[in-house]
């Protein structure tokens, strides 16, 4: 599929949603607000460790059958300037790719990261089996400086499942991203998957395990493999907290991380 057409699906996507929402006014609608840390580390393919961590501020916005979100991540990153933090958070965490520089003292820099938007659209539910499919379009805005990313856009599609087997929830995505490349940043569009299954240990908390998945996205990079598991729980009706550590398998993910996120929802 050609780069334009991944962005028009996207961009419809997103312009639909607003409609859609305006359309479903009488819908009961939530809106939530959520920040956290995620820390991060790796070689990355590298000599030298590159130490992350992402503060992100995250709004979410449902009604009806449509979500929206937006994240807005401040970045503090700890290396040698030889790896790109990219946009792609999968909710839990950054992830990073490993790029090419002359840049060689380790040094500690801060700022805004790459903001990201999403719209996701349910198109099968049943309430009574607790069984979904949606399709979100997901937009990675090129907003942090090029210490951190490639300060170009990237573009996703992704269709997902989920199903509720007794205290049992295995879920299943599979997607697309546009990743924006240029000259100085040649990078290749990527297929990327996840799945994963959470287990409720009560009516207040759960736990579960992800395995995710992505292509290649650059020459100097791999594929990204990953696996984390994660705990939720509800501190009271509108208050969750999740936390997750998560472990690497190849040189574009990093070593390990860890995270924590506090949500309310109104």
């Given at each position: 599929?050609?780069?334009?057409?991944?962005?028009?699906m996207v961009?419809?996507?997103?312009?639909?949603?607003l409609?859609s929402?305006?359309?479903?006014?009488?819908?009961?609608?939530?809106?939530?607000?959520?920040?956290?840390?995620?820390?991060?580390?790796?070689?990355?393919?590298?000599?030298?460790?590159?130490?992350?961590?992402?503060i992100?501020?995250?709004?979410?916005?449902?009604?009806g059958?449509?979500?929206?979100?937006?994240?807005v991540?401040?970045?503090?990153?700890?290396?040698e300037?030889d790896v790109?933090?990219?946009?792609?958070?999968?909710?839990?965490?950054?992830?990073?790719?490993?790029?090419?520089?002359?840049?060689?003292?380790?040094?500690?820099?801060?700022?805004?990261g790459?903001?990201?938007?999403?719209?996701?659209?349910?198109?099968?539910?049943?309430?009574?089996?607790?069984?979904?499919?949606?399709?979100?379009g997901?937009?990675k805005?090129?907003?942090?400086?090029?210490?951190?990313g490639?300060?170009?856009?990237?573009?996703?599609?992704?269709?997902?499942?989920?199903?509720q087997?007794?205290?049992?929830s295995?879920?299943?995505?599979?997607?697309?991203?546009?990743?924006?490349?240029?000259?100085?940043t040649?990078?290749?569009?990527?297929?990327?998957?996840?799945?994963?299954?959470?287990?409720?240990?009560?009516d207040?908390?759960?736990?579960?395990?992800?395995?995710?998945y992505?292509?290649?996205?650059?020459?100097?990079?791999?594929?990204?493999?990953?696996?984390?598991i994660?705990?939720?729980?509800?501190?009271s009706?509108?208050?969750?907290l999740?936390?997750?550590?998560?472990?690497?398998?190849?040189?574009?993910?990093?070593d390990?991380?860890?995270g924590?996120?506090?949500?309310?929802?109104?």
């Amino acid at each position: 599929m050609k780069r334009k057409d991944i962005q028009m699906m996207v961009a419809t996507m997103f312009a639909a949603s607003l409609v859609s929402a305006v359309a479903h006014a009488d819908d009961e609608s939530y809106l939530t607000l959520s920040t956290g840390f995620d820390y991060s580390t790796g070689k990355y393919g590298t000599t030298a460790t590159t130490n992350t961590t992402s503060i992100p501020v995250t709004a979410n916005y449902e009604r009806g059958d449509w979500s929206l979100r937006l994240t807005v991540p401040y970045l503090i990153v700890t290396g040698e300037g030889d790896v790109t933090v990219s946009g792609r958070t999968g909710g839990r965490r950054a992830t990073t790719t490993t790029t090419t520089t002359t840049t060689k003292t380790r040094t500690t820099q801060t700022g805004l990261g790459d903001i990201v938007t999403m719209a996701s659209y349910d198109l099968y539910m049943n309430d009574d089996a607790d069984t979904g499919l949606g399709l979100t379009g997901r937009i990675k805005f090129g907003t942090a400086n090029k210490s951190f990313g490639t300060g170009l856009n990237d573009y996703s599609l992704q269709l997902y499942s989920y199903t509720q087997i007794g205290d049992l929830s295995p879920s299943l995505s599979i997607g697309y991203e546009v990743v924006g490349s240029s000259s100085t940043t040649p990078m290749s569009n990527v297929f990327f998957g996840a799945i994963g299954t959470s287990y409720s240990l009560s009516d207040a908390t759960s736990i579960g395990v992800d395995y995710r998945y992505a292509q290649q996205a650059s020459v100097t990079g791999s594929e990204q493999k990953d696996a984390s598991i994660y705990a939720s729980h509800r501190l009271s009706d509108d208050l969750y907290l999740r936390g997750y550590v998560m472990q690497g398998f190849t040189d574009s993910s990093a070593d390990n991380g860890v995270g924590l996120s506090v949500s309310l929802t109104y």
